[in-house]
């Protein structure tokens, strides 16, 4: 997949400050209804609960869940969003989904998942995924220094400490995978082929 638009630093700091401020307002709303917003997590093993996978990175289970969030959303977002907005759009939906696909299906029954760092992980292995697939050099150093950054994150991806959804890690690590290698496999080869169309 080609990716001709891309997004100035000002532009994908500004695009994920307002929706970083937009899940602390949420937050807010949430604290001042008592928790009203959280029923639109996800309900594990319920049917009529699928459609949350899409509301649930958007909420948070108190103050400390979203701080701790914060600055890995932005700054893993923010470098996704550089690469483009079809890509980050793309990475986005795929982690969101396998997230919640994972959480919804692997998380104990009676139980609500909700909170970014699902996304978050589908976000940290694209980017690193990203650097293998498409061998840009550019790419592989950012690549680089989010694994030296946010490395230890991937850790997440097993069973730990309790109430922390490893599930909803686990499928936002695979979906980034996958979406960097449908956006970004091979793509060195389709630059070589249009070169070689012209140079003819």
Do not use: C
């Not at 009203?36 to 093993?45: E, F, K, N, T, V």
């Not at 600055?71 to 980050?88: C, E, H, K, M």
């Amino acid at each position: 997949m080609q990716e001709r638009r891309t997004v100035s630093v000002l532009g994908a700091a500004l695009v994920m400050g307002l929706l970083l401020a937009g899940l602390w307002v949420l937050e807010a709303l949430d604290q001042a209804g008592g928790h009203q917003l959280d029923s639109y997590g996800i309900h594990a093993r319920e049917l009529d609960g699928l459609p949350e996978i899409f509301t649930a990175p958007l909420l948070h289970a108190g103050w400390d869940h979203l701080a701790s969030n914060s600055l890995p959303f932005f700054v893993l977002g923010f470098l996704v969003l550089l690469g483009g907005v079809a890509r980050w759009l793309w990475s986005t939906l795929i982690s969101v989904v396998a997230s919640g696909l994972s959480a919804w299906f692997l998380t104990p029954a009676d139980t609500i998942v909700l909170g970014a760092s699902g996304l978050i992980f589908g976000w940290l292995t694209y980017l690193l995924a990203r650097g293998l697939y498409s061998r840009r050099p550019g790419q592989v150093v950012v690549a680089l220094l989010v694994l030296l950054a946010y490395g230890s994150l991937i850790w997440g991806v097993l069973p730990g400490a309790a109430g922390v959804s490893w599930q909803a890690h686990l499928g936002g690590a695979v979906g980034g995978v996958v979406a960097a290698r449908l956006l970004h496999k091979g793509s060195d080869r389709n630059v070589a082929r249009v070169g070689q169309a012209y140079s003819r």
